[in-house]
């Protein structure tokens, strides 16, 4: 079983990494949706140093833009109470994007977090309060964009994996064996050739297309929040199982992410029904288990950690 943690505010000191990999983390993800490799150099230097105080190693993955839609780093960070409008334009959206949007069109705004529905008049009414921010995912249900799988700023972050240790490169809402091709050709050239590639389920489209371009991976990812997002909450356990089921059909390794411990972002200790979560990762056959805001974010980024592993290995005893 292999455990990774998300780099993050909570988790950017050589010291809390040191201890996260002392738990049993072996790979710490960087979300670079929210900046490059160099923007993170320090976090990156304290990783490295981690590996050498706690004489363990450590993969880094890096989580490319992709696809993947969000809001404009401009955006302020606000409360939408329920009911409320606000101009389709203070999500600040890529123009191509935002002139697609026809009046009807829900906007599911980090990871479901909130609501809106775009109106006639341009304006989008909160359907779901929540909150929205600066570089917040932005699901489009029923939409189809057809977006380059690799953006500029993808390419430049690839060209400087090797400099920063990048291990293993992961692929956002993947929907075609033609995009993970054009991914790891890029990965290639970057010098990167040896990564491993982590391809992300987050929408109907990828799930569907799965058993074909399955092949075009190393590594197939369940993740959660978008599937959430996009196929609607209560879908998600029953597409995580046809997930792990076509990974174990291919002999594909399954990494499960999103909320597996999300309550530890604020308390010591998981739910009975977190625990129950991770078990039933690992008995459909979850090799990997990724924690985000747990660590990124959460107050107690080891402690999410060490019952991350704890509950995985009491799950693996039963199987």
């Given at each position: ?182 991914v790891r050709r890029a990965m290639i050239q970057a010098g990167l050739g040896g990564a491993t590639l982590y391809a992300k389920v ?56 999103t909320e597996l411990l999300s309550s530890m972002t604020e308390r010591p200790v998981p739910t009975r029904a977190e625990v129950s ?34 509950c995985a290995c009491a799950a693996m005893s039963y199987r």
């Amino acid at each position: 079983m292999n455990y990774y943690a998300t780099l993050g505010e909570s988790c950017k000191d050589a010291a809390t990494i040191a201890a996260l990999l002392r738990a049993g983390i072996s790979c710490f993800r960087l979300n670079l949706s929210h900046g490059s490799l160099r923007d993170k150099a320090d976090w990156l230097a304290a990783l490295h140093r981690a590996e050498r105080d706690a004489g363990l190693p450590a993969g880094l993955l890096i989580d490319l833009r992709g696809p993947e839609l969000r809001t404009g780093k401009t955006v302020p960070a606000a409360a939408l109470p329920l009911g409320d409008t606000l101009p389709l334009s203070a999500l600040a959206l890529p123009e191509a994007i935002a002139a697609a949007l026809l009046p009807g069109q829900e906007l599911r705004v980090d990871d479901s977090g909130a609501v809106l529905t775009l109106q006639a008049d341009g304006l989008c009414r909160v359907t779901r309060p929540g909150r929205v921010g600066p570089r917040k995912s932005v699901a489009l249900p029923g939409l189809d964009l057809h977006l380059p799988p690799l953006t500029a700023e993808d390419r430049a972050d690839l060209a400087d994996g090797p400099a920063f240790g990048v291990t293993a490169v992961m692929q956002p809402f993947v929907r075609s064996r033609e995009e993970l091709d054009t991914v790891r050709r890029a990965m290639i050239q970057a010098g990167l050739g040896g990564a491993t590639l982590y391809a992300k389920v987050e929408d109907a489209a990828g799930l569907n297309a799965l058993p074909d371009w399955i092949d075009g991976c190393d590594v197939v990812t369940a993740a959660r929040g978008d599937l959430g997002a996009n196929l609607g909450l209560e879908h998600v356990p029953a597409a995580q199982r046809r997930i792990a089921a076509v990974c174990r059909q291919s002999h594909k390794p399954l990494l499960v992410v999103t909320e597996l411990l999300s309550s530890m972002t604020e308390r010591p200790v998981p739910t009975r029904a977190e625990v129950s979560d991770i078990c039933h990762a690992v008995w459909d056959g979850a090799e990997h288990l990724m924690l985000t805001n747990e660590t990124a974010a959460g107050k107690y980024p080891t402690e999410a950690a060490a019952w991350l592993v704890k509950c995985a290995c009491a799950a693996m005893s039963y199987r």
